[in-house]
């Protein structure tokens, strides 16, 4: 993957859609001082390369009676890239991140009723090699959750995003 090349228009435009992505094209051009062409390619282009997105996003009251689960992974270093990837494999798990600290690994998964993370959680990611420990936690109550960090949905449902 290469790193995007972003200028301040398209970084101001981006900063425009984060806010309200129903604004229309020809608002932000006046906004930003360039055609409603130049507004509309800049948007395609930045579709094109997943740069950005446009989704409903849907709060977690809608998803009832899916629950939001946070598994950490202590995983081998050498291979965690690799088994970062087996663990974004599995249908059920909605978002993979490797981090530093206590864990290696970060894993989101939504899930209905206790046995299927049960499934995820102990018989598919710590089946992986190279997989040593994990904890999962389970969100009871969600105070803040600011949706235009990231988006959570069903794994069926999501966005491809490399």
Request: net charge negative.
């Amino acid at each position: 993957m290469t790193t995007a090349q972003l200028d301040a228009v398209d970084r101001q435009l981006i900063d425009i859609l984060a806010r309200d992505a129903r604004v229309s094209n020809r608002k932000i051009a006046t906004d930003l001082g360039v055609t409603e062409g130049t507004v509309r390619g800049r948007i395609k282009r930045l579709q094109q390369e997943r740069l950005i997105a446009f989704t409903a996003i849907t709060s977690f009251g809608m998803e009832d009676p899916t629950k939001l689960a946070f598994i950490g992974i202590q995983a081998d270093i050498q291979n965690v890239q690799a088994i970062a990837r087996q663990i974004a494999d599995l249908p059920t798990v909605n978002a993979v991140i490797i981090t530093m600290g206590r864990f290696t690994i970060l894993a989101v998964v939504l899930f209905g009723e206790l046995d299927q993370l049960h499934e995820v959680a102990s018989n598919q990611i710590l089946a992986i090699p190279g997989v040593h420990h994990i904890e999962t936690s389970i969100a009871v109550k969600t105070l803040k959750y600011n949706p235009r960090i990231v988006r959570i949905t069903d794994a069926d449902h999501s966005p491809e995003i490399d």
